[in-house]
């Protein structure tokens, strides 16, 4: 079955950085876009990036674009977010997330796209 697992989050001073990992397994996973969304306290989830199976498209929430940056590497697996230049806002748990579809990439991508979630990793960003 499809397993993704979050590692990478923690605890950092705003203006710093953290990069997140999600390996993911069961499935093949070079045919589909995958999504990091976030969840913090009281709020509901939202999107945070997506990057295609191709490697070469990708989607930002408007809060996140020029600060966070993801990228894949299909022979491992793997799907990170690198960000920069942190915010207390951006506390939350952050969640990987693998597309419905195989080799779609939506221009509006939304949680209802996405069919196997991890379990989230903790981001909190100190002031």
């Known amino acids: 079955q499809v397993q993704l697992l979050e590692s990478g989050g923690g605890l950092v001073q705003a203006g710093g950085s953290l990069r997140l990992s999600c390996a993911a397994s069961g499935f093949t996973f070079s045919q589909y876009t995958m999504g990091w969304f976030r969840q913090a306290p009281g709020k509901e989830r939202e999107f945070v990036a997506a990057?295609?199976?191709?490697?070469?498209?990708?989607k930002y929430a408007d809060s996140v674009k020029g600060r966070f940056t993801i990228s894949r590497d299909n022979t491992k697996a793997t799907v990170y977010l690198q960000m920069n230049s942190l915010k207390p806002e951006d506390t939350a748990v952050y969640y990987c997330?693998?597309?419905?579809?195989?080799?779609?990439?939506?221009?509006?991508?939304?949680?209802?796209?996405?069919?196997?979630w991890g379990q989230g990793t903790q981001v909190t960003v100190s002031s």
């Open positions: 997330a693998t597309d419905r579809l195989r080799m779609r990439f939506s221009s509006r991508p939304m949680g209802a796209d996405f069919g196997s």
């Open positions: 990057i295609g199976w191709n490697e070469y498209q990708t």
